[in-house]
């Protein structure tokens, strides 16, 4: 029997109560499946770690969790720390450390979710965003001088390197030939940025070459916004810069229904290192300890999890009692309009699975 071993990192806020729903779902898949289990490791890195050590993760942390087959996630924040020490303490270590260089956030509006948009039937929105994870926007290069006088400076520098944007775009345009309208769109800026986004543009018309069967276009990012929400059927695959996907796939988020419900990997495609599975959602303390996170978020990112592990089946299983579940208002949570606990959908969810055809093991 095979065994996939996890880390599980909670991390903040109700990160600690949808990442235990994960592992739950993990194992109900694991039991259904016979020819595959679950090991998981528990690091409790975060803001409270960060109280009792001032770092969010040990400084060899990484070499913890370098042998994971996998690491699943909850979230980063904590109203008590300034967001950029939760956020470059912990998820950005663990995904600059292990160039895991490409962020991949599939929308789609769920069975029995209602979308906010008025004219879009859920086979229009089914969107791919492909996020450039490594660099770009927040390569975290810059500083600050003259702190605390009058000519106080401080800078951001956008860097982005040939080899960063040829990998993402090559992801992004395989992705997109994987998928059955093999469209992708090239979000850019490069009237505005003319320096290395009008190199994001060559390199696109560059890398399209290799893929002739894929439809493609650009698109400038402000105007993309709109497009999301006048005429979603026309997006399929979109790839975007680190700081322009982080805005677009939070929109999309919203459009699908719910923050609760949207997933995230980050990848290695290469598979040096463990890639990391992750809602897209915060850490919501306004809702923490309460029992009303929505675990969807998780589950669909178990998902995807799932599909990076080779276990096809086993994903289709579980997405497949991910959409049972949504379908039913009943077993909706309060951000969808309903009363279900994290608890009664997990246990929904695992009940759906039970009851699946067995799985079959790396059945493509
Ligand atoms: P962070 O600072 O960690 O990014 P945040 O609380 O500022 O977190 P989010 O957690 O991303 O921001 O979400 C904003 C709001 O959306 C939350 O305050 C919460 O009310 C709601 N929300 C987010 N995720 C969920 C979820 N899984 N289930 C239910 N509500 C959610």
Known sequence: MKTYRIAAIPGDGIGKEVVPAGKRVLEAIGALSGDFTFEFEDFAWGGDYYRRHGVM?????????????????????????????????????????????????????????????????????????????????????????HQGHPIEVATDVSMMTRAGVERILRFAFRIAQSRPRKLLTVITKSNAQRHAMVMWDEIALEVSKEFPDVTWDKELVDAATARMVNRPATLDTLVATNLHADILSDLAAALAGSLGIAPTANLDPERRYPSMFEPIHGSAFDIMGKGLANPIGTFWSVVMMLEHLGEMSAARTLMNAIESVTADPALHTADLGGKASTVQVTEAVCAFVAQAPAVVTKAV
Not at 68 to 79: C, E, V
């Open 57 to 145: 993760m040990p400084a060899d942390g990484l070499n913890e969790i370098r042998n994971k087959d996998a690491i699943l996630f909850g979230s980063a924040g904590d109203p008590h720390i300034p967001d950029h020490i939760t956020l470059w303490g912990l998820r950005l270590k663990i995904c600059q450390g292990f160039d895991q260089y490409a962020n991949v956030r599939p929308t789609r509006i769920l069975p029995g979710i209602d979308g906010p948009l008025k004219r879009c039937a859920p086979k229009d929105l089914d969107w791919v965003i492909v996020r450039e994870n490594s660099e770009g926007e927040y390569a975290g290069v810059g500083g600050r001088a």
